[in-house]
């Protein structure tokens, strides 16, 4: 077994035994390899991300939560490709683009022989050009979304004019080159599209949102003046 290979039946493992914490002796006696390699490994998996864990003293051991890693996955060559090629065109300014470019690093490895190199080769011809956003209010701004909470912007508007504003995020919209932070705006008391290179600084305030209907709010927002009004007929649910 290659390393890789190891690295995912590791996580595996742990996943299939957690809660309970696995003792680095009983890896290695598991993947039939030194407690040295099973202590780099385990180190690997806790560098690219992976939420393992140890516990020291007596009944300790290495865990992992299942609640943060997905089942394996089988994809064909071709969807390897796909995604690797997707993950490598995100803007590395864009939201969530720390995630994109672990992702890719993994699809990558995943691969051996000629469908490694071939999806390599095909993401080294994709060019993306990063966006000015700046790196915290991105990670503010991918918090507020993910989890839903309220947003204190510092924001400047294209005529120059910097205003406060608190805001409920209901999602974002890239058009045009450009990623918006599509959320209800508290002082304007309606929905409003913030570009998130304007956005000069992002706090959050840890009071959870309400929920808001995401293409409602793109059609009362200067964003939605990006896109054509047709291209919003799919944010809809069918009644």
């Not at 780099?40 to 009944?59: C, F, I, K």
């Not at 599209?193 to 706090?203: C, E, K, Q, S, T």
């Not at 939605?224 to 009644?239: F, H, I, Y």
Request: proline letters at 7%.
């Amino acid at each position: 077994m290659n390393r890789t290979a190891r690295l995912y039946a590791l996580v595996e493992e742990l996943r299939a035994a957690a809660p309970r914490p696995l003792t680095v002796a009983a890896l290695a006696a598991r993947f039939e390899v030194s407690t040295r390699t099973v202590q780099r490994d385990l180190q690997a998996l806790m560098e690219s991300g992976v939420p393992v864990r140890t516990t020291p003293g007596r009944g300790g051991g290495w865990t992992i939560d299942p609640a943060m890693t997905l089942p394996p996955m089988h994809f064909t060559a071709d969807e390897a490709w796909a995604l690797a090629a997707a993950l490598a065109a995100a803007d590395t300014a864009a939201p969530y683009a720390g995630a994109a470019r672990t992702a890719y690093q993994k699809i990558t490895a995943s691969l051996t022989g000629p469908a490694s190199a071939a999806a390599r080769e095909l993401a080294a011809r994709i060019v993306a050009l990063p966006s000015r956003t700046d790196a915290a209010v991105r990670a503010a701004v991918e918090q507020a979304v993910s989890d839903n909470k309220v947003l204190r912007l510092s924001y400047v508007d294209a005529a120059g004019r910097e205003s406060d504003r608190v805001v409920e995020p209901a999602g974002l919209l890239t058009a045009d080159g450009w990623w918006y932070l599509i959320a209800w705006c508290r002082i304007r008391r309606a929905g409003r599209g913030f570009r998130l290179d304007r956005i000069a600084a992002a706090a959050p305030t840890g009071e959870q949102a309400r929920p808001h209907d995401l293409a409602e709010l793109l059609r009362g927002s200067v964003a939605a003046g990006a896109v054509r009004p047709a291209a919003l007929a799919s944010l809809t649910p069918p009644p």
